[in-house]
């Protein structure tokens, strides 16, 4: 498996953009499917974004399609979450997985961080 660090977190007011990184320690990055989840406070984890393997492949949940960009980057071991015109509902703490599966279930993802903090003040 593949160790996981995100990076990026903060507070931002509504309408402002912040970048999150995620970071892979392990051999095996290129070889996995990488998404972005986030989970709210007294909420469950949600999809948010998705990218497969070689990055020609992205999908978005519809609440952020058009704000977000997911990418990655195998030769640094690393995806990216850009997030644009962020709302107050975007508040959560940000979590990206790696797994075998391009899939927006959680539970196709093995390989977890421990995630960043995102707050979004109105």
């Known amino acids: 498996q593949v160790q996981l660090v995100e990076s990026g977190g903060g507070l931002v007011q509504a309408g402002g953009s912040l970048s999150l990184s995620c970071a892979a320690f392990?051999?095996?990055?290129?070889?996995?499917?990488m998404a972005w989840f986030r989970q709210a406070p007294g909420k469950g984890r949600e999809f948010v974004a998705r990218?497969?393997?070689?990055?020609?492949?992205?999908s978005y949940a519809d609440s952020v399609k058009g704000r977000f960009t997911i990418s990655r980057d195998n030769a640094k071991n690393t995806v990216y979450l850009q997030m644009n015109d962020l709302k107050p509902e975007d508040t959560a703490v940000y979590y990206c997985?790696?797994?075998?599966?391009?899939?927006?279930?959680?539970?196709?993802?093995?390989?977890w961080g421990q995630g960043t903090q995102v707050t979004v003040s109105s």
């Open positions: 997985g790696g797994g075998n599966f391009y899939s927006t279930l959680q539970q196709h993802y093995f390989s």
């Open positions: 392990g051999r095996t990055f290129s070889s996995y499917s």
């Open positions: 990218i497969n393997r070689n990055g020609d492949s992205t």
